[in-house]
């Protein structure tokens, strides 16, 4: 029963149901193995605000729905993700205080492509309100199929420090993201389950298809300017 199990079964998922393996990845999850690897290498901790360098935001605008907000520095070759915030059913001004409340010193506030869409009551984009409120230098995400953006991240986590603490949902999001198993099929779908786990990790999609890579000639990564930004 166990080899028939084992044959028709992810292995993550064999290990959780028959072998009661608490550390095996979320079934289907796509950075189940990597946020593993980053405890195993002491890379969930506590990380410090460094007020020299310039803190940078990356969102993900939820339309009736969660909007979540990482807070990254970038340091060398590594990238600190110092704070996560997350609500639902706030307005634009909730999060502009949120901001300011956080008392960080920021480079830039990187937000998806549809901060540019009008609402229907003021006719005004959400990044033409938000200016308004007092956030600057603000950029907009480059576009990137779902599924290329997924393999960003992965390869952008191997750099990330995240803070236990702060970033502790952020964490179980990107544990828990996931596609749904095709039972009929004995495969996993091709898109991403949408749940309460998805909106830290479209943030950190947006972070890692924005993401330019150290520079060794350089002391800093560069950050002036995303590529790709109309």
């Known amino acids: ?44 901790v506590d990380v410090d605000y460094d007020d020299s360098i310039g803190v940078e935001t990356w969102w993900d605008l939820g339309i009736g729905d969660s909007t979540s907000i990482v807070f990254a520095q970038f340091i060398g070759a590594e990238i600190h993700i110092i704070d996560y915030y ?22 830039q506030h990187v937000l998806p492509h549809d901060v540019r869409v009008r609402e229907l009551g003021t006719g005004k984009s959400r990044i033409e309100m938000l200016e308004e409120l007092g956030i600057h230098n603000i950029e907009i995400a480059p576009s990137l199929l779902i599924d290329d953006g997924i393999q960003q991240v992965r390869t952008m986590l191997d750099k990330c420090y995240f803070d236990e603490v702060s970033c502790e949902k952020l964490i179980d999001s990107l544990l ?13 779908r091709m898109r991403p389950r949408h749940d309460w786990s998805s909106h830290g990790a479209d943030a950190m999609r947006y972070l890692a298809i924005g993401y330019r890579p150290f520079n060794e000639n350089w002391d800093k990564p560069i950050r002036r300017k995303l590529k790709g930004v109309v």
């Open 1 to 44: 029963e166990l080899e028939s199990a084992r044959a028709t079964m992810p292995e993550d998922q064999y290990e959780q149901e028959y072998e009661c393996s608490f550390q095996a990845a979320v079934s289907g999850a796509y950075y189940g193995k990597q946020i593993q690897k980053a405890e195993k290498e002491n890379r969930i």
């Open 86 to 107: 997350e609500a639902s059913g706030a307005g634009l001004e909730h999060y502009v205080k949120v901001l300011q409340d956080k008392g960080y010193v920021y480079d």
């Open 176 to 188: 828990a993201y996931s596609r749904d198993w095709d039972d009929n099929g004995k495969t996993w």
